[in-house]
């Protein structure tokens, strides 16, 4: 009976199949997508670390964090994207107390990027933002790109 059930079956799908090719609706071009930033570190352990908060005290403490993660694991063993967007951005801006920090920090491999948008609604142009800084389109668009990547997220 099986048998008997699955030619029938077979036939259709064989109908189907060699059938005349549907016609393609004309349909406009999905917009493309936007290149993931480049994942080209050699580091064991990734993580990005989100400042969204203005106070001196995140910002202390998220410098604190990525500080003891290159403690931790080594300089050439971790590689740390500290994001900034929001009054978060203030951390990144050229004139912020932890300037000297920041500088360090990058020198220890660390990356700082500034959110676009944010950049565009405080009025802030590439020349307010610390050198060690690199702007990226959308700070979270940014850190979601580094999580389907593999990198640990955290946001202190």
């Given at each position: 009976?099986?048998k008997?059930?699955l030619?029938p079956f077979?036939?259709a ?5 060699f059938?005349s ?6 349909t ?8 993931a930033p ?10 990005v670390?989100q ?10 403490l998220v ?26 951005l203030?951390?990144l ?8 920090r920041?500088k ?6 660390v990356s ?9 609604a405080?009025?802030?142009?590439s ?8 702007e990226v389109p959308?700070?979270i668009?940014?850190?979601?790109e580094?999580?389907?990547?593999g990198?640990?997220y955290?946001?202190?």
């Open positions: 009976m099986y008997a059930m030619h077979l036939a799908c064989a109908l189907v199949a059938a090719p549907p016609a393609i609706a004309a406009p071009a999905a917009p493309a997508a936007k290149a480049a994942d080209d570190s050699l580091a064991s352990q990734k993580i670390l400042i969204s908060d203005g106070s001196a005290e995140k910002q202390t410098l604190n964090v990525a500080s003891n993660l290159i403690k931790y694991y080594g300089p050439d063993a971790v590689a740390i994207d500290v994001v900034a967007y929001g009054p978060g203030r951390l801006l050229k004139d912020n107390e932890n300037a000297s920041i360090d920090l990058s020198m220890q491999g700082f990027k500034a959110c676009q948008n944010t950049m565009k405080m009025g802030k142009k020349t307010d933002l610390n050198p060690a800084a690199n959308a700070g668009v940014h850190i979601a580094r999580e389907k990547q990198w640990a955290a946001r202190p």
